[in-house]
């Protein structure tokens, strides 16, 4: 047992030994092969590090000639920029100057015709201070319109719509009439021109006086008022005329004071039976009328066409009745003729047939019945 051990003893003793010496000659092999690499590793990096700084001395020398080509460049564009900028903008100074002159030249001309305008402007002023005349060119106004729509034998001007009355209206359109003793009744058109009540809202809008506005408005609205109320109580006469008539103003902006307050408008329909109207809003109502006139025209001419057809059915039939009895005297003739030719063909040939026998006799006892049968 003692000496198992002992030997034991010795083979670890001896293993110890091997494993010492094999671990140093590894740490040896381990430091050379570290110092190897080492070397190795400073080598590539030295000749890694020339041969970057022969790429970037090689790159630095093209980007100097990068730099100093594109100078050039830039050189050669900017005194190509400067010339064409010198060129245009001397052509555009003279373009401008000439513009500018003309610009003057048309000033000086509009100066001119502003002078022109004030003057015109201080004779309408005039001309629209007399009511008189301003009420001539409402009437002119709304003629142009009645022309440029209605044909001129669709309304009438300076009319007495109201039996019994004086009183003229300026222009009366013509509309068809519901029974066949009246051929139309007049629709009453009337122009209006509240030029001093509008001329105080207008004032009053420009001072920026709110409560001269509201008072301007309620006399131009009051005003309104007054020129229906004289419409409709001297030309409106149903059934002579329509159970309305319409007020013209000549321009939109006091049409367009007065639209402003929607119930005047219906207070002038349901009372005095006057519908309100600008330029554009006549024209309008007056083209509608000419849709419906257009309509009528093509109505009556379609009763007309329909009358025109009844008659030429009734003569067709007539007509149809008389082919009818000479197709029936036809077919009777035609009759006849195939009765005559068949008995009379039958006839001759026989005769031919006896003939051709050569006998020129009849059979005794047949005389009878070929003269029989000639006779039928």
Do not use: H
């Amino acid at each position: 047992m003692g000496e198992a051990r002992k030997t034991i003893e010795a083979n670890l003793r001896t293993l110890l030994e091997q494993a010492k010496s094999e671990s140093s000659a590894t740490r040896e092999a381990l430091a050379k092969s570290l110092k190897d690499f080492q070397e190795g590793f400073a080598a590539n990096v030295e000749s890694f590090n020339a041969l970057q700084r022969e790429k970037f001395t090689a790159l630095e020398k093209k980007q100097d000639e990068l730099i100093s080509g594109t100078e050039k460049k830039l050189e050669q564009m900017r005194e190509t920029v400067d010339e064409k900028l010198q060129k245009t903008l001397n052509e555009r100074l003279t373009q401008s100057f000439e513009t500018v002159g003309k610009q003057l030249s048309a000033v000086q001309e509009g100066l001119g015709e502003m002078r022109n305008l004030a003057q015109d402007v201080g004779g309408l002023k005039k001309v629209l201070a007399n009511v008189k005349q301003r009420g001539s060119f409402g009437e002119v106004q709304l003629s142009m319109l009645l022309e440029q729509i209605l044909a001129p034998d669709q309304y009438d001007a300076n009319v007495k719509t109201k039996s019994g009355s004086s009183d003229i209206v300026e222009f009366a359109v013509k509309l068809p009439g519901k029974d066949n003793d009246r051929k139309y009744i007049y629709l009453p058109i009337d122009a209006k021109f509240p030029k001093d009540a509008y001329s105080s809202l207008q004032d009053a809008y420009e001072r920026g006086d709110q409560p001269a506005v509201e008072e301007a408005q309620k006399q131009l609205y009051s005003t309104i008022r007054k020129m229906a109320k004289d419409i409709s109580e001297k030309y409106l006469d149903p059934p002579n005329t329509t159970d309305f008539g319409i007020m013209f103003l000549p321009f939109e902006g006091i049409y367009a004071e007065v639209v402003r307050k929607a119930s005047l408008l219906e207070e002038l329909q349901r009372d005095a039976k006057v519908i309100v109207t600008g330029p554009t809003t006549l024209a309008a109502i007056l083209n509608s009328l000419q849709m419906g006139f257009r309509t009528l025209t093509i109505q009556k001419r379609s009763s007309e066409v329909w009358d025109i057809l009844r008659e030429v059915k009734k003569e067709f039939d007539t007509f149809g009745g008389l082919l009818d009895k000479a197709q029936e005297n036809i077919q009777k003739g035609l009759n006849t003729l195939d009765e005559v030719k068949g008995k009379r063909t039958r006839a001759i040939q026989r005769r031919l047939k006896n003939v051709q026998s050569g006998e020129t006799k009849l059979l005794p006892g047949t005389e009878e019945l070929f003269e029989e049968e000639e006779n039928s």
